[in-house]
Protein backbone atom coordinates (compact mmCIF):
# COMPACT_ATOMS: atom_id res chain seq x y z
CA UNK A 1 0.00 0.00 0.00
CA UNK A 2 1.23 3.28 -1.11
CA UNK A 3 0.79 6.49 0.68
CA UNK A 4 1.16 9.17 -2.00
CA UNK A 5 -1.43 10.88 -3.72
CA UNK A 6 -0.62 9.23 -6.76
CA UNK A 7 -2.15 5.82 -6.10
CA UNK A 8 -3.62 5.17 -2.85
CA UNK A 9 -6.56 2.85 -2.23
CA UNK A 10 -9.73 4.67 -1.72
CA UNK A 11 -12.04 3.40 0.99
CA UNK A 12 -15.61 5.68 1.54
CA UNK A 13 -17.85 4.84 4.59
CA UNK A 14 -21.26 5.67 3.38
CA UNK A 15 -23.03 5.85 -0.62
CA UNK A 16 -24.87 8.49 0.37
CA UNK A 17 -24.98 11.26 -2.08
CA UNK A 18 -21.47 12.62 -0.86
CA UNK A 19 -19.94 8.83 -1.05
CA UNK A 20 -21.46 7.78 -4.05
CA UNK A 21 -19.77 11.60 -5.61
CA UNK A 22 -16.70 11.20 -3.95
CA UNK A 23 -16.35 7.64 -5.74
CA UNK A 24 -17.09 8.84 -9.11
CA UNK A 25 -15.31 12.34 -8.87
CA UNK A 26 -12.03 9.36 -8.24
CA UNK A 27 -12.65 7.11 -10.47
CA UNK A 28 -12.28 10.00 -13.17
CA UNK A 29 -8.80 10.45 -11.99
CA UNK A 30 -7.69 6.83 -12.30
CA UNK A 31 -8.03 6.04 -8.39
CA UNK A 32 -9.23 2.94 -6.94
CA UNK A 33 -11.91 3.47 -4.58
CA UNK A 34 -14.44 0.74 -2.54
CA UNK A 35 -17.57 2.75 -1.18
CA UNK A 36 -18.90 0.37 2.21
CA UNK A 37 -22.35 0.96 2.86
CA UNK A 38 -24.36 -0.44 5.84
CA UNK A 39 -27.93 -0.82 4.38
CA UNK A 40 -28.17 -3.82 2.66
CA UNK A 41 -29.83 -2.24 -0.46
CA UNK A 42 -29.42 1.14 -1.74
CA UNK A 43 -32.67 2.72 -1.39
CA UNK A 44 -32.88 6.93 -0.27
CA UNK A 45 -35.70 8.23 1.63
CA UNK A 46 -39.04 8.65 -0.63
CA UNK A 47 -38.41 12.05 -0.38
CA UNK A 48 -37.16 15.39 -2.90
CA UNK A 49 -34.16 17.38 -3.35
CA UNK A 50 -33.99 20.42 -4.98
CA UNK A 51 -30.37 20.78 -7.04
CA UNK A 52 -29.83 24.16 -7.48
CA UNK A 53 -27.25 25.71 -10.26
CA UNK A 54 -24.36 24.80 -8.24
CA UNK A 55 -25.28 21.74 -7.77
CA UNK A 56 -26.43 21.30 -11.40
CA UNK A 57 -22.63 22.37 -12.47
CA UNK A 58 -21.13 19.37 -10.42
CA UNK A 59 -23.37 16.76 -11.50
CA UNK A 60 -22.21 18.20 -14.91
CA UNK A 61 -18.58 17.51 -13.52
CA UNK A 62 -19.76 14.15 -12.76
CA UNK A 63 -20.82 13.13 -16.00
CA UNK A 64 -24.92 12.91 -14.75
CA UNK A 65 -26.29 16.39 -15.23
CA UNK A 66 -28.47 15.11 -18.77
CA UNK A 67 -29.53 11.96 -16.51
CA UNK A 68 -30.54 14.18 -13.88
CA UNK A 69 -32.63 16.56 -15.76
CA UNK A 70 -34.10 14.04 -17.77
CA UNK A 71 -35.26 12.59 -14.59
CA UNK A 72 -36.15 15.20 -12.55
CA UNK A 73 -38.54 18.51 -12.99
CA UNK A 74 -37.52 22.23 -13.55
CA UNK A 75 -38.11 24.76 -11.38
CA UNK A 76 -39.75 27.31 -13.61
CA UNK A 77 -42.05 28.50 -11.11
CA UNK A 78 -41.05 29.73 -6.93
CA UNK A 79 -43.89 31.33 -5.15
CA UNK A 80 -43.72 32.68 -1.75
CA UNK A 81 -46.96 32.90 -0.57
CA UNK A 82 -48.82 33.88 3.07
CA UNK A 83 -50.14 31.29 4.82
CA UNK A 84 -53.81 32.07 2.65
CA UNK A 85 -52.53 32.28 -0.55
CA UNK A 86 -51.75 35.93 -0.77
CA UNK A 87 -48.36 36.43 -3.08
CA UNK A 88 -45.38 37.63 -0.82
CA UNK A 89 -42.72 37.14 -3.77
CA UNK A 90 -42.33 35.61 -7.28
CA UNK A 91 -38.80 34.09 -7.48
CA UNK A 92 -36.99 35.42 -10.99
CA UNK A 93 -36.36 32.03 -11.52
CA UNK A 94 -35.72 32.59 -15.53
CA UNK A 95 -33.48 35.58 -14.94
CA UNK A 96 -31.92 33.08 -12.52
CA UNK A 97 -31.79 30.29 -15.26
CA UNK A 98 -30.64 32.98 -17.86
CA UNK A 99 -27.33 33.66 -15.34
CA UNK A 100 -26.02 30.40 -14.99
CA UNK A 101 -27.26 28.55 -18.04
CA UNK A 102 -29.43 25.82 -16.17
CA UNK A 103 -32.36 25.93 -13.79
CA UNK A 104 -32.78 24.56 -10.52
CA UNK A 105 -34.19 20.78 -10.72
CA UNK A 106 -36.24 18.71 -8.17
CA UNK A 107 -35.65 15.54 -8.29
CA UNK A 108 -36.80 12.40 -6.13
CA UNK A 109 -34.22 11.08 -4.01
CA UNK A 110 -33.68 7.42 -4.87
CA UNK A 111 -33.53 8.75 -8.78
CA UNK A 112 -30.38 11.04 -8.10
CA UNK A 113 -28.55 7.94 -5.89
CA UNK A 114 -29.97 5.37 -8.56
CA UNK A 115 -28.17 7.82 -11.65
CA UNK A 116 -24.99 8.41 -9.34
CA UNK A 117 -24.68 4.43 -8.44
CA UNK A 118 -24.74 3.92 -12.22
CA UNK A 119 -22.11 6.10 -13.37
CA UNK A 120 -19.36 3.67 -11.18
CA UNK A 121 -17.54 1.19 -12.04
CA UNK A 122 -19.53 -2.16 -11.65
CA UNK A 123 -18.38 -3.68 -8.12
CA UNK A 124 -17.68 -0.33 -6.28
CA UNK A 125 -20.29 -0.35 -3.77
CA UNK A 126 -20.55 -2.90 -0.96
CA UNK A 127 -23.73 -3.28 0.68
CA UNK A 128 -23.97 -4.19 4.32
CA UNK A 129 -20.81 -3.41 6.23
CA UNK A 130 -21.59 -1.39 9.06
CA UNK A 131 -18.38 0.33 9.59
CA UNK A 132 -17.42 0.18 13.43
CA UNK A 133 -13.68 1.80 13.46
CA UNK A 134 -10.27 2.28 12.15
CA UNK A 135 -6.74 1.96 13.33
CA UNK A 136 -4.04 3.86 10.83
CA UNK A 137 0.04 3.43 10.79
CA UNK A 138 2.39 4.69 8.06
CA UNK A 139 1.21 2.07 5.63
CA UNK A 140 -2.44 1.75 5.80
CA UNK A 141 -6.06 2.43 7.18
CA UNK A 142 -7.41 -0.52 8.00
CA UNK A 143 -11.60 -0.28 8.64
CA UNK A 144 -12.82 -3.23 10.92
CA UNK A 145 -17.12 -4.06 10.28
CA UNK A 146 -20.05 -5.30 11.78
CA UNK A 147 -19.11 -8.47 10.09
CA UNK A 148 -15.85 -9.37 11.56
CA UNK A 149 -14.08 -8.49 8.12
CA UNK A 150 -11.23 -5.47 7.62
CA UNK A 151 -10.52 -3.70 4.99
CA UNK A 152 -7.24 -1.92 4.42
CA UNK A 153 -6.51 1.76 2.26
CA UNK A 154 -4.13 4.69 1.55
CA UNK A 155 -7.15 7.35 2.08
CA UNK A 156 -10.33 6.85 3.89
CA UNK A 157 -12.83 9.41 3.27
CA UNK A 158 -16.21 9.36 6.25
CA UNK A 159 -19.22 10.03 4.16
CA UNK A 160 -21.26 8.40 6.82
CA UNK A 161 -23.37 11.03 7.16
CA UNK A 162 -24.74 13.50 10.18
CA UNK A 163 -23.87 10.90 13.15
CA UNK A 164 -20.71 9.89 11.23
CA UNK A 165 -18.42 7.17 13.27
CA UNK A 166 -15.26 8.00 11.15
CA UNK A 167 -15.62 11.61 12.48
CA UNK A 168 -15.63 10.41 16.19
CA UNK A 169 -11.97 8.74 15.17
CA UNK A 170 -11.25 12.50 13.70
CA UNK A 171 -12.27 14.66 16.45
CA UNK A 172 -13.81 14.62 19.84
CA UNK A 173 -17.93 14.44 19.00
CA UNK A 174 -19.51 17.84 19.16
CA UNK A 175 -23.04 18.13 20.03
CA UNK A 176 -25.56 18.24 17.53
CA UNK A 177 -27.96 21.60 17.55
CA UNK A 178 -31.66 21.37 17.57
CA UNK A 179 -33.06 23.90 14.80
CA UNK A 180 -36.31 24.15 16.46
CA UNK A 181 -38.49 22.48 14.01
CA UNK A 182 -39.43 19.51 12.49
CA UNK A 183 -39.49 18.88 9.29
CA UNK A 184 -42.39 16.82 7.52
CA UNK A 185 -41.64 15.23 3.64
CA UNK A 186 -44.21 13.77 1.72
CA UNK A 187 -44.12 12.09 -1.92
CA UNK A 188 -48.06 11.68 -4.13
CA UNK A 189 -49.21 11.84 -7.66
CA UNK A 190 -51.48 14.55 -6.90
CA UNK A 191 -52.50 17.25 -9.69
CA UNK A 192 -53.61 20.93 -9.47
CA UNK A 193 -54.42 22.66 -12.75
CA UNK A 194 -52.76 26.17 -10.89
CA UNK A 195 -49.62 24.20 -11.13
CA UNK A 196 -49.15 22.20 -14.14
CA UNK A 197 -46.51 20.00 -14.06
CA UNK A 198 -45.13 21.43 -17.83
CA UNK A 199 -44.23 24.89 -15.30
CA UNK A 200 -42.28 22.66 -12.90
CA UNK A 201 -41.62 24.07 -9.36
CA UNK A 202 -44.43 25.16 -7.24
CA UNK A 203 -44.90 27.21 -3.97
CA UNK A 204 -44.14 27.89 -0.18
CA UNK A 205 -46.65 29.19 2.21
CA UNK A 206 -44.89 31.02 5.31
CA UNK A 207 -47.18 31.24 8.20
CA UNK A 208 -46.67 31.86 11.95
CA UNK A 209 -43.91 29.46 12.84
CA UNK A 210 -44.49 27.01 10.09
CA UNK A 211 -44.21 26.75 6.37
CA UNK A 212 -45.39 24.43 3.69
CA UNK A 213 -43.98 23.64 0.35
CA UNK A 214 -44.94 21.95 -3.14
CA UNK A 215 -42.87 20.93 -6.17
CA UNK A 216 -43.09 19.02 -8.99
CA UNK A 217 -40.43 16.32 -8.91
CA UNK A 218 -40.57 14.55 -12.43
CA UNK A 219 -41.84 11.22 -13.78
CA UNK A 220 -45.77 12.61 -12.34
CA UNK A 221 -44.61 12.99 -9.07
CA UNK A 222 -44.93 15.64 -6.63
CA UNK A 223 -42.81 16.75 -3.30
CA UNK A 224 -44.16 18.51 -0.30
CA UNK A 225 -42.38 19.51 3.02
CA UNK A 226 -43.78 21.13 5.83
CA UNK A 227 -41.48 22.90 8.73
CA UNK A 228 -42.85 23.38 12.16
CA UNK A 229 -41.69 24.60 14.92
CA UNK A 230 -41.94 22.36 17.65
CA UNK A 231 -40.03 21.35 21.40
CA UNK A 232 -37.23 18.85 20.83
CA UNK A 233 -39.26 15.29 21.02
CA UNK A 234 -43.01 16.60 20.18
CA UNK A 235 -43.73 15.60 16.73
CA UNK A 236 -42.17 12.67 15.83
CA UNK A 237 -44.86 9.72 15.53
CA UNK A 238 -44.86 6.83 13.97
CA UNK A 239 -48.33 6.31 12.94
CA UNK A 240 -51.24 9.38 11.49
CA UNK A 241 -48.53 11.22 10.11
CA UNK A 242 -51.12 12.48 7.64
CA UNK A 243 -53.40 13.01 10.20
CA UNK A 244 -50.99 15.04 11.97
CA UNK A 245 -50.19 16.76 9.15
CA UNK A 246 -53.56 18.14 8.27
CA UNK A 247 -54.17 19.01 11.68
CA UNK A 248 -50.99 21.77 11.44
CA UNK A 249 -52.06 22.96 8.01
CA UNK A 250 -55.92 23.62 8.52
CA UNK A 251 -57.27 26.71 7.39
CA UNK A 252 -53.63 27.14 4.67
CA UNK A 253 -54.25 28.20 1.28
CA UNK A 254 -56.13 25.31 -0.66
CA UNK A 255 -53.75 23.26 -2.40
CA UNK A 256 -52.45 22.80 1.09
CA UNK A 257 -54.72 20.07 2.84
CA UNK A 258 -55.07 18.59 -0.55
CA UNK A 259 -51.87 17.81 -1.51
CA UNK A 260 -51.29 16.16 2.58
CA UNK A 261 -54.85 14.39 1.57
CA UNK A 262 -53.56 12.63 -1.25
CA UNK A 263 -50.31 11.09 0.21
CA UNK A 264 -50.63 7.57 1.18
CA UNK A 265 -49.41 7.57 5.04
CA UNK A 266 -46.02 4.86 4.07
CA UNK A 267 -44.47 7.98 1.66
CA UNK A 268 -44.42 10.67 5.03
CA UNK A 269 -41.58 11.24 6.75
CA UNK A 270 -40.93 12.88 9.58
CA UNK A 271 -37.58 14.39 11.08
CA UNK A 272 -36.45 17.00 13.26
CA UNK A 273 -33.69 18.77 12.15
CA UNK A 274 -30.20 19.33 13.29
CA UNK A 275 -27.09 20.56 12.17
CA UNK A 276 -23.27 21.34 14.19
CA UNK A 277 -20.74 23.77 14.66
CA UNK A 278 -18.95 24.25 12.08
CA UNK A 279 -15.27 22.54 12.24
CA UNK A 280 -12.07 23.94 12.36
CA UNK A 281 -10.24 20.52 10.92
CA UNK A 282 -11.45 17.78 8.86
CA UNK A 283 -8.82 15.14 8.50
CA UNK A 284 -6.32 13.35 10.79
CA UNK A 285 -3.55 11.55 8.95
CA UNK A 286 -4.92 10.19 5.94
CA UNK A 287 -8.79 10.00 7.18
CA UNK A 288 -11.06 12.93 6.06
CA UNK A 289 -14.61 13.84 6.04
CA UNK A 290 -17.22 14.90 3.31
CA UNK A 291 -20.68 15.48 3.30
CA UNK A 292 -22.60 15.85 5.99
CA UNK A 293 -20.23 13.64 7.96
CA UNK A 294 -18.33 16.93 7.81
CA UNK A 295 -20.58 20.02 7.80
CA UNK A 296 -23.85 19.01 8.75
CA UNK A 297 -26.48 22.36 7.75
CA UNK A 298 -30.35 23.05 8.18
CA UNK A 299 -32.15 22.44 4.71
CA UNK A 300 -32.98 26.42 4.75
CA UNK A 301 -30.42 26.95 1.58
CA UNK A 302 -31.14 23.46 -0.01
CA UNK A 303 -27.03 23.36 0.35
CA UNK A 304 -26.59 20.16 2.07
CA UNK A 305 -26.80 17.76 -1.13
CA UNK A 306 -24.83 20.61 -3.30
CA UNK A 307 -21.99 21.08 -0.72
CA UNK A 308 -21.37 17.23 -0.60
CA UNK A 309 -20.70 17.13 -4.50
CA UNK A 310 -18.67 20.32 -4.41
CA UNK A 311 -16.52 18.53 -1.44
CA UNK A 312 -16.30 15.52 -3.79
CA UNK A 313 -14.78 17.14 -6.81
CA UNK A 314 -12.50 19.56 -4.90
CA UNK A 315 -11.21 16.48 -2.97
CA UNK A 316 -10.45 14.64 -6.01
CA UNK A 317 -9.16 17.95 -7.71
CA UNK A 318 -6.57 18.14 -4.83
CA UNK A 319 -5.63 14.40 -5.77
CA UNK A 320 -4.94 15.07 -9.60
CA UNK A 321 -3.05 17.96 -9.51
CA UNK A 322 -0.74 17.06 -6.63
CA UNK A 323 2.30 14.72 -6.62
CA UNK A 324 2.36 15.49 -2.87
CA UNK A 325 1.93 13.37 0.32
CA UNK A 326 -1.83 12.31 0.85
CA UNK A 327 -2.03 14.30 4.22
CA UNK A 328 -1.26 17.78 2.32
CA UNK A 329 -3.47 16.80 -0.22
CA UNK A 330 -6.56 16.35 2.51
CA UNK A 331 -5.50 19.54 4.07
CA UNK A 332 -5.64 21.35 0.94
CA UNK A 333 -8.72 20.01 0.26
CA UNK A 334 -10.07 21.59 3.68
CA UNK A 335 -8.86 24.62 3.60
CA UNK A 336 -10.60 25.13 0.32
CA UNK A 337 -13.58 23.72 1.85
CA UNK A 338 -14.39 24.56 5.24
CA UNK A 339 -14.39 28.49 4.65
CA UNK A 340 -16.90 28.07 2.10
CA UNK A 341 -19.55 25.45 3.80
CA UNK A 342 -19.31 27.64 7.32
CA UNK A 343 -20.62 30.63 5.37
CA UNK A 344 -23.44 28.33 4.06
CA UNK A 345 -24.02 26.45 7.77
CA UNK A 346 -24.65 30.19 9.07
CA UNK A 347 -26.26 31.55 6.40
CA UNK A 348 -28.85 28.48 6.49
CA UNK A 349 -29.60 28.91 10.21
CA UNK A 350 -30.33 32.72 9.86
CA UNK A 351 -32.79 31.98 6.49
CA UNK A 352 -34.31 29.18 9.10
CA UNK A 353 -34.59 31.73 11.48
CA UNK A 354 -35.96 34.46 8.95
CA UNK A 355 -38.49 31.69 7.49
CA UNK A 356 -39.81 30.09 10.70
CA UNK A 357 -41.12 33.53 12.31
CA UNK A 358 -43.80 33.53 14.85
CA UNK A 359 -43.99 37.01 15.73
CA UNK A 360 -47.14 38.52 13.82
CA UNK A 361 -45.71 41.78 13.71
CA UNK A 362 -41.80 40.87 12.48
CA UNK A 363 -43.39 38.61 9.71
CA UNK A 364 -45.61 41.19 8.63
CA UNK A 365 -42.49 43.54 8.46
CA UNK A 366 -40.14 40.70 6.69
CA UNK A 367 -43.27 39.95 4.09
CA UNK A 368 -43.32 43.41 3.22
CA UNK A 369 -39.70 44.11 3.09
CA UNK A 370 -39.51 40.73 -0.07
CA UNK A 371 -42.52 42.39 -1.46
CA UNK A 372 -40.58 45.04 -2.27
CA UNK A 373 -37.00 43.64 -3.27
CA UNK A 374 -36.16 44.07 -6.86
CA UNK A 375 -35.12 40.80 -9.13
CA UNK A 376 -31.27 41.73 -9.20
CA UNK A 377 -31.04 41.71 -5.71
CA UNK A 378 -32.73 38.79 -4.90
CA UNK A 379 -30.44 36.84 -7.43
CA UNK A 380 -27.22 39.32 -6.57
CA UNK A 381 -27.91 37.58 -2.58
CA UNK A 382 -27.57 34.08 -3.42
CA UNK A 383 -24.86 34.88 -6.37
CA UNK A 384 -22.28 33.45 -4.39
CA UNK A 385 -23.61 29.98 -3.42
CA UNK A 386 -25.27 29.36 -7.10
CA UNK A 387 -22.49 31.26 -9.45
CA UNK A 388 -19.75 28.40 -7.54
CA UNK A 389 -18.21 26.21 -9.70
CA UNK A 390 -16.53 23.51 -7.99
C1 LIG B 1 -35.54 17.94 5.39
C2 LIG B 1 -34.30 18.01 4.56
C3 LIG B 1 -34.33 18.58 3.29
C4 LIG B 1 -33.17 18.70 2.53
N1 LIG B 1 -33.24 19.28 1.31
C5 LIG B 1 -32.13 19.41 0.55
C6 LIG B 1 -32.20 20.00 -0.73
O1 LIG B 1 -33.28 20.35 -1.21
N2 LIG B 1 -31.04 20.13 -1.45
C7 LIG B 1 -29.83 19.69 -0.97
O2 LIG B 1 -28.79 19.84 -1.67
N3 LIG B 1 -29.75 19.12 0.25
C8 LIG B 1 -30.85 18.96 1.02
N4 LIG B 1 -30.79 18.36 2.24
C9 LIG B 1 -29.48 17.91 2.74
C10 LIG B 1 -29.07 16.59 2.12
O3 LIG B 1 -30.10 15.64 2.26
C11 LIG B 1 -27.82 16.07 2.83
O4 LIG B 1 -26.90 17.10 3.01
C12 LIG B 1 -27.18 14.98 2.00
O5 LIG B 1 -28.07 13.89 1.85
C13 LIG B 1 -25.90 14.51 2.68
O6 LIG B 1 -25.37 13.43 1.99
P1 LIG B 1 -24.24 12.54 2.65
O7 LIG B 1 -23.88 11.54 1.62
O8 LIG B 1 -23.17 13.40 3.21
O9 LIG B 1 -24.92 11.86 3.91
P2 LIG B 1 -26.13 10.82 3.97
O10 LIG B 1 -27.11 11.08 2.90
O11 LIG B 1 -26.61 10.83 5.37
O12 LIG B 1 -25.44 9.41 3.65
C14 LIG B 1 -24.66 8.74 4.60
C15 LIG B 1 -24.63 7.27 4.22
O13 LIG B 1 -23.73 6.61 5.10
C16 LIG B 1 -24.29 5.39 5.55
N5 LIG B 1 -23.69 5.07 6.84
C17 LIG B 1 -23.85 5.73 8.01
N6 LIG B 1 -23.13 5.14 8.98
C18 LIG B 1 -22.50 4.09 8.41
C19 LIG B 1 -21.62 3.09 8.92
N7 LIG B 1 -21.25 3.08 10.20
N8 LIG B 1 -21.14 2.15 8.06
C20 LIG B 1 -21.50 2.16 6.75
N9 LIG B 1 -22.36 3.07 6.23
C21 LIG B 1 -22.84 4.03 7.04
C22 LIG B 1 -25.79 5.70 5.62
O14 LIG B 1 -26.56 4.52 5.59
C23 LIG B 1 -25.97 6.58 4.39
O15 LIG B 1 -26.26 5.83 3.24
C24 LIG B 1 -31.94 18.22 3.02
C25 LIG B 1 -31.90 17.60 4.29
C26 LIG B 1 -33.06 17.49 5.04
C27 LIG B 1 -32.97 16.84 6.39
Known amino acids: MVNTVNNPDTAIIGAGIGGLSAAIALQQIGQKVKVFERASELKEMGAGIVLSANAIKALGNLGVAEQVRQAGSPVKKAEIRTHDGQLIVNMPVHKQADRYGTYSYLIYRPELHRILYEKLEPDTVVLGKEFLRLEQDSEKITSAFEDGETFNSGLLIGADGVHSRVRQYIMEESKLRYSGFTAVRGISSYEDPRFPVELGGGFEAWGNGKRFGFSHIGKG ?169 A
Open 221 to 389: RVFWFAAINTPRGSLVKEENKRYLALQQFQGWWGPIADVIDSTKEEDILVHEIYDRKPLKKWHKGRVTLLGDAAHPMLPNLGQGGAQAMEDALILARNFKQCTIEVEEALSQYEQERIPRVTKIIKGSRMMARMMQLENPAAMMVRNQILRHVPDHFKINRLDWILGYK
